[in-house]
Every structure is written in C-alpha cells, then in structure tokens.
C-alpha cells in the first residue's frame, strides 16, 4: 500500500474531520494574512491556558462516588516536542529556512518553505502557510539529553517504582531522531539508559536477588522451581557474554541474520553505533535524586527486562539469544490475551537484571537483532517498533506469597519513523515502509477513537481499532487506564521535510488531546473502598478485619487472602448488579420524561394543528361563501336578464299578434313549431324583425288599402262618367282603364312584396313563443289578400264590362258618324290602329259574361307581354297567397330566394 503523507501518519478520514476542530485562523491570533486567505491555523490541545491537571470528574463523571473515586484528578497525555539541530552536512544543503520557529515553552510555528508542498497547497488557497502547534514542553536543538530526561522520564521511573505503568513512545518522521532520544549517542545517554540508571539507583539496597519469581503473561507472575531459576541464568548469562563477545568489539564486523520472513532482508552495520551507545556515560550528578526515599517500606524490587521488535507486522523477540552469528531463521512471536482480556506476547522472553549495567548490556544484545537498514535520509534507519519494557516486582519477603506481589512496568517504545513510501527504491524498504505507515495509521486511528470516546461521553463509544495492527495491540493496556503514555515527537527542522514534519506534528496535536484513563492504583482503591463500606445486611462487614488497615491503604488488592478476594468479588457482583439497576431505575426515569415530554410536544403540535386547521377551515368556507354568493348574484342577473328579454319578446309578439288580428293576416307556419329551442339571441333577433316587420307591413298594408280604395273610387267615378250617355270621356275612360291596369299591376307586386315580406315574418315569428298564433294570424290576412284580389278581380270584370260597353258605344258612335259627313271627315282611324282593335271577332268574345273569359285576353287577344302576364295573373288568381309570393320569388332573380320555415328550423 502506498501511503501518502496526505494526512497525519495516514489519518484518513474521520482524523481529518477531527482535526478540523483543532484549527483557528491567522485572524483570530493576530499572525499575519494574506487577503481572503488565513495563513496561520493554530492546532493545539485547546485555546486556552492549558492545565495539566484536570478534575477527573470533568473527564468520567461516572467514576464520580462518595467513599470511591472521587476527587481522584485524570491527567491529559503529555506530549513532548524535541526539535534536534541540523547537522552539517544539512545547513550546507540549505536546509536552514527558518521553517521550525519555537515561541516558548509550549508553543511552536511551523512556516511553510518556498518549496513545500504545503506552500504550494497555500498559494492555491487550499490551506494555510503558517501553523501554530502546543505541546506540553518544547525541547529546542540546544537541549542536552539530561535536561530531556529531567522533564519527561524522570518522574515516570518514580511513577513505576510506586506501583504505576507507564509507557513512553516516540514519534516522529525517519531521520528525526526518535533512537538518538531513546538510547542516546556517545556521551549523551539517551532516555533509557538515564531510566535505567535511575532504577537501579533508587533501588540500592531494595534489589530482591533471588530469581524465583518471575513476570509471565500480561502482569503476572509465576514462581519458579530449582530447574527453572537455573535456565533462566543460563539464558542471562549467555546474553550478558554475548554482549561481551559482540564482535565489533574485536574490529566492527558486519552482522548479519535472518529476519525469518523472507530470508535474509536485514543487514545492519550497527558497528559505529553500537560502539557510540556501549560508550554512554552519564553525567556526573545526573541521577543525583538517587535514593529509595519514597519507597514502600519493607518491599523489595526484582527488576526484569524485555526487548521486542514488531517488523512488517511480524513480532521478533530481540532475547532470543543465540551463539551462532550465521544466518538464521527468527522465531515469531504470537499475542495473546489472559482472563481479564489483557493483551500480552506469549513466550517472550524476561531477563532479571540486576544492575544498569547488566540492562544496558541486555539491550545492546537485543539491538543487535533489531532490523535496521540504510535509508536515503538516514544511513542507519530503525525498518520496525521497538519495546523495550522494564517490569518491577513489587516483592514483600514478610508477606506470604499471595499478598507479597505487585508488578508495574515501564514500556520504552522507538516508533519506525514515517516515511514517503515512494522514495523507497528498494522494494524490501518499500515493504518496511508500508507495514510501519499501516500500524503508524492504525495508532493514529486508535487515538482519534479514544479521544471521540472522552469528549463524547453520552453518545455511543466508537470502538478503539486496538486489534487492527500489532503495536496498537501491545501497547492497549497503556491506553484503556491499566497505565499512561507519553509521547516523544522528534521533528527535523529540514526544509525539504518539512510536508512530513507537519502531518507528524499534527498526529501528536491530536495525541495530546487525549485524557488518561483511572490507573491501577484507582481501580484497587475503588474496589478497596467497596470492601470497607458496610453493607446493607451486614455480611461484608466483618470482611476487612482480618485485613490490616495499612494494606488496604497502599491499595495493593493482591494483599488480600483468598476468602477475602472471593467476598470482594461478591461485593463487587452486587456493586455490579446494585449499579445496574441504579441504571435501570434512571433509565427508566430518563425514558419516562422523555415520553412525557414528548407527549407535551405533541400535544402541543396537536393543539396548534387543530387551531390552524380551524382557522384554515374557516377561511376556506369564507372564501367559498364569497364565491357562491357572486356567483348567485351574476346567475340572479343573467336570468333576471333572460326572463326581461322573454318578457320583452312575448310581449312584442303579443303586440304582433294582436296588430295582425287587427288587420293583418300573417303568413301561415308549419304546425308543431314552438319556442322549446328559442335562444336569448333568437327572441331578441325574433323581437327585433317582428318590431320592424310588422310596423312596415302595417304600413304597407294602410297603404294598399288606401290604394284599393282609391282606385274602387276612381272605377266607380269612370262607371259614373261611362254610364251616363253622351259622354265625351270615351278616350278618358280610356286612359283611366289603363292607369287603373297600370295601379292594379302595381297594386299585386306590391302585395307580392308583401306577401314575401310576410313570409320573411313569418319565418322569424316561427320561432318565438307567439308563433303559431302569428301563423294563424298571417293565415287570416292571407285570406283577406285572397278576398281582396276576388275583389279585384270582379273590378277588373266590371272594368271589362265596361270597356265593352264602352266599346260598343265608341262603335255606335263611329257608325253614326260614317253615317254623317261630319262623321266622314273626321274619321277615327288613329284610335283603330293605337288600340289595334282592327278585328271584329274579338268583339264577339269579348261580349261574352267576364266569369268565361279573361279581361286582358280579350282585350289583347294576340301573345303580348301584357297577355302573358295577364295569363300568369288569371292562374294567380286561383292560387293561394303564399303560393303567388312564392312563384314571385323564383320569377325574381334578382332577389336572393328566402329560406323556407323548414330551414330556418333546421339552422335554429
Ligand atoms: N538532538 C540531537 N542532537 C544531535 N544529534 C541528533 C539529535 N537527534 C538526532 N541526532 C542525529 O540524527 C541522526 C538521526 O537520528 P536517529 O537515528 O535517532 O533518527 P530516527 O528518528 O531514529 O530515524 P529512523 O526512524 O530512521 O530510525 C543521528 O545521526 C543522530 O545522531
């Protein structure tokens, strides 16, 4: 896998939100800015003035009992920053750019280089140049090994010699110098060998020589038989002389082995360094707190050391001693847990060191095993994790055996440094580099657990990926309260690393926000001070009077006997079960106000949902209301409208109807039309032709009959005039005959306009209510038109009657006057020939009774124009009206042809 140093130590996801919280702009700390664009994030444990110490109940209020823990203070991880100087052959590089500045004690600025990635990111406005870091102390370039010591270790050998566990771990980039740190080089003696020697110097005169007992599984012990105790001096010596015949003591030769994985994969040329660390001296006076003051009374301390490697997930004692320097297969080491679910290494292999000597010489055996290997940015680079864990037995020879033992343990752990997995070229070192980034990642993801788990008390706990790679797993205990950690971050001022010192310093930022959890020593206390409180029947309350009251207040709980662990386990059984149903009960409770008030919430939204429905439901009936009554105003409107409109028109119609009743004979309509499908427009259009219609026809009429009238009268003035004898108004006959013609034709166009007229009224009268009386009223007047054309025509009759006469009497005159010479020389020919009347025996015909014979006819007897339409009028004569105006109509071109009843019925 490769990984990218894209976030700290590979915190991928989750980390990376976390660290969010930690950052602040440039702006709220007054560093300098770019505009729009924060150059400074402050990445720190928090804000403010930091206290080292806080109140436990802060931290797990739940530990929080009267008689138990409380009052006991938790302290936050310590993390200490060590910046080492750059060498030589780095300032000449130019590695010096001023990007690690040191504030004070606590603080730290890291600039981005021109060159960085981050400067790059910076520039394109992804993150910020410039970030601050805190820490608990800061060790410049310039701090010597034993100042380092003073302020990180020394009080952590002291811890563990009271009984305490302690871990201290480094971290930090390859190259960074996390084992300089450790074990130190030439004179400057790292951390350990300074804890060593310290150990051993508070222990003088406390040292518990026999080798009898001795550390097995998580913190046990086991005590051991003749045959045992012989072995495991076997084993120390063999250590202790293999140191003595390392061979670069003899010239530095190369040693070489099997890392059992693959083969040969590590070659190490630890000459130089070995000789560096087997020179290490301590300063004069520099465990000068030498010194058991602060010792138990009457304990004595068995001291045993072991030394592993975790490489490429693999676990490698560095103990297992062998003779041979060939090659050689490593046996792996396996993990394991012990009834209490402790993780431990099985078959690891414990050494009892009896002097700082004798530890520094077991570990420089063990460091010959270590994997390390020549890196391109540091010739001898650890390639794995190293532990090398320290274990106190808590030894009291007046005791009896079960009660005499406690063991604590101080665990040193040389983190593989951090490294960019694809400037390794060679493909074992890619190897190397990956599995380190992989449990690196994996103790990062650890940490940012346990961290969410400390601030996020009431939500479910995230689980701790301990079981995810083998450092994590060794080193739990340390993280779940059986012991504390401290954190080494070793950073290398050089420019061009400085993208990997940053993800490093962030990794530790989020390290240091972590809280240790109760020790050992809290945990004993606890149960102790269970043990001491009177139980409720009594029973437990004989249970501490065997006990000697000074045990329980050390706190060492293996003191007690076996009846009085088998009834602290029955008190703490109860505890249990007393605490689980002081859970049940609050539970209960919790859940009984939520529920209630949730209740209250609901009905709340109940209350406050009926109201608004209500009030929704009035609106909407009110707008509904609105509606409905607009609309009843525009319906009562319109049909009140409508119902005018009828009125009008029935009563136009009944107008019609009675005017024509009065006079007027209106055209007939077809049977069974009604006003079943009358329209408002219709009634109105109906209303409207009828108006006009009938007033014209009115009109019309008054005037034919003035006409009719007028010409009767004239007729019966011409008979008067013709009658009488000797009239000289022959020729004015005459001429009135043919004026009274000339009328009489008038006369009949204009009563076949009126008759079309009729029709045209009757056709819009079909339509409305009153149309069938209209009808029968237009028969009526049809009928009277027929009486007044019989009327005309017996006129006409008597008119020819009297032309004959007329005639006659103009011939008797003629004859007279032939008969006279007065006569002769007036002859009248011009009347002849002008009336064409030549023919004699048209007279005869024309004598004959007017019924048998057509006026016109035997007045015109040849095929004139005036005898056609004399012809047509005699047929006419028998006709009906309508049938007249009918004919009319086709013999009338020029009129557009009206439409019939039928189709206006069809087009209504
Ligand atoms: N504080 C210091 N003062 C002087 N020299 C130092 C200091 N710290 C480190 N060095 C030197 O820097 C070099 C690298 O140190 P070291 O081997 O301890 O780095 P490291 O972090 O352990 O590297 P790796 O992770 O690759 O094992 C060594 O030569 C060491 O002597």
Redesign the pocket.
């Known amino acids: 896998m490769a990984f990218s140093l894209s976030s700290p130590c590979g915190f991928r996801s989750d980390e990376d939100e976390e660290m969010a919280v930690f950052e602040s702009t440039a702006a709220e700390h007054g560093g300098p800015s770019r505009p729009g664009l924060p150059e400074l994030s402050v990445i720190s444990p928090g804000l403010d003035p930091r206290p080292s110490i806080i109140e436990q109940k802060a931290v797990k209020p739940a530990a929080a009992r009267p008689g138990s823990s409380d009052g006991v203070k938790s302290e936050r991880v310590e993390v200490f920053l060590?910046i080492?100087?750059l060498?030589e052959a780095e300032s000449e590089r130019g590695e010096e750019q001023g990007c690690v500045a040191v504030q004070d004690e606590e603080n730290v600025l890291l600039k981005a280089p021109k060159e960085s990635h981050s400067m790059r990111a910076a520039e394109r406005g992804i993150t910020q140049s410039m970030h601050k870091f805190s820490f608990s102390k800061i060790m410049g370039?310039e701090?010597t090994q034993q100042q380092f010591y003073e302020c990180s270790m020394k009080k952590m050998v002291k811890d563990v010699l009271q009984g305490e566990n302690r871990l201290l771990y480094t971290y930090?980039v390859?190259?960074?110098?996390?084992?300089?740190?450790i074990q130190g080089?030439g004179p400057?003696a790292g951390l350990l060998p300074r804890a060593l020697s310290s150990l051993f110097s508070k222990l003088q005169g406390r040292l518990y020589g026999a080798m009898d007992m001795k550390p097995i599984m998580y913190q046990d012990v086991r005590h051991l038989s003749a045959g045992e105790i012989r072995v495991e001096e076997l084993r120390r010596n063999s250590l202790l002389k293999e140191d003595d015949n390392l061979p670069f003591r003899r010239g530095g030769n190369v040693t070489v082995w099997d890392s059992g994985i693959g083969g040969l994969s590590s070659t190490s040329n630890i000459a130089t360094q070995l000789e560096d660390t087997d020179s290490v001296c301590l300063e004069p006076g520099s465990l000068s707190h030498s010194g058991g003051d602060d010792l138990e009374e009457g304990v004595q301390f068995s001291i045993w050391v072991s030394f592993f490697e975790i490489y490429n997930e693999f676990l490698y004692d560095l103990l297992d001693a062998s003779p041979s320097l060939q090659p050689r297969k490593r046996v792996t080491l396996r993990l394991g847990d012990d009834k209490q679910g402790n993780p431990y290494v099985k078959d690891l292999v414990w050494i009892q060191v009896r002097s700082a000597d004798e530890a520094w010489r077991i570990l420089k055996a063990g460091r010959r095993n270590q994997s390390f290997a020549s890196?391109h940015?540091?010739t001898?680079?650890?390639r794995s994790h190293s532990i090398f864990s320290i274990r106190v037995l808590h030894v009291n020879p007046e005791a009896n055996s079960a009660k005499a033992m406690h063991i604590s343990e101080l665990s040193v752990c040389?983190l593989?440094?951090s490294e960019r997995c694809k400037e390794q070229r060679n493909g074992e070192r890619m190897k190397e580099a990956n599995n380190i980034n992989a449990s690196l990642l994996t103790l990062g993801r650890c940490i940012a657990a346990l961290r969410h788990n400390q601030n996020n008390k009431s939500r479910p706990a995230q689980v701790v990926p301990f079981r995810d790679s083998k450092l994590t797993r060794v080193l739990q205990g340390f993280f779940c309260g059986r012991g504390t950690s401290s954190m080494v971050v070793?950073i290398n001022p050089c420019a061009s690393i400085y993208d990997e010192t940053l993800q490093a310093l962030k990794f530790s930022a989020l390290a240091s926000q972590l809280v240790h959890g109760p020790s050992t020593k809290t945990r004993v206390a606890y149960i102790l001070s269970l043990l001491r409180e009177p139980a409720a029947d009594g029973n437990e309350s004989s249970l501490m009077e065997d006990e000697e009251e000074s045990d329980v207040e050390d706190g060492d709980i293996s003191m007690l006997n076996t009846e009085s662990m088998l009834q602290a386990i029955d008190v703490l059984k109860r505890e249990v079960q007393r605490q689980r149903e002081e859970k049940e009960v609050l539970e209960a409770n919790v859940r009984e106000q939520v529920v209630s008030e949730v209740m209250e919430v609901i009905s709340g939204m109940e209350a406050g949902f009926s109201e608004t429905l209500e009030a929704e439901r009035a609106l909407t009936e009110e707008r509904y209301e609105d509606k409905i009554s607009t609309l009843q105003k525009h319906l009562k409107i319109f049909y009140s409208k409508q119902l005018n409109e009828r009125d009008q028109v029935i009563e136009c119609l009944s107008a019609a109807l009675d005017k024509t009743k009065a006079g007027e004979a209106p055209p007939p309509s077809p049977p069974g039309e009604d006003s079943i499908a009358c329209s408002g427009g219709l009634l109105r259009r109906s209303e409207r032709i009828n108006k006009t219609e009938s007033g014209r026809l009115q009109v019309e009429l008054d005037q034919c009959r003035a006409e009719l009238l007028a010409k009767t009268q004239e007729l019966t003035k011409l008979k008067t005039q013709l009658e009488a004898p000797g009239s000289t108004g022959t020729l004015v006959a005459d001429r009135k005959l043919e004026d009274g013609q000339r009328n009489l034709r008038q006369l009949r166009l204009d009563l076949q306009r009126l008759g079309a007229d009729l029709q045209s009224g009757e056709r819009a009268c079909c339509r409305n209510t009153g149309g069938e009386k209209l009808r029968q009223a237009l028969a009526a007047a049809d009928e009277t038109l027929a009486k007044q054309d019989q009327i005309l025509l017996e006129l006409q009759n008597g008119l020819m009657l009297v032309k004959a006469d007329l005639r006659r009497k103009a011939e008797t005159l003629a004859q007279k006057q032939l008969a006279t010479p007065l006569s002769a020389a007036h002859p009248t020919p011009g009347y002849c020939n002008k009336r064409g009347c030549g023919a004699t025996a048209p007279i005869d015909t024309e004598n004959r009774p007017p019924q048998k014979r057509p006026f016109f006819q035997s007045i015109f007897p040849t095929q004139t124009p005036t005898r056609r339409y004399n012809a047509r009028f005699a047929e006419e004569a028998n006709a009906t009206p309508s049938s007249r105006i009918l004919r009319s109509r086709q013999q009338s071109p020029p009129r557009s042809p009206a439409p019939t009843p039928r189709s206006l019925r069809g087009k209504y």
């Open positions: 060590r080492r100087p060498t370039p701090t930090g390859t190259n960074s110098g996390k084992t300089y740190t080089s400057e890196t940015l540091n001898n680079s650890s040389d593989a440094g070793n």
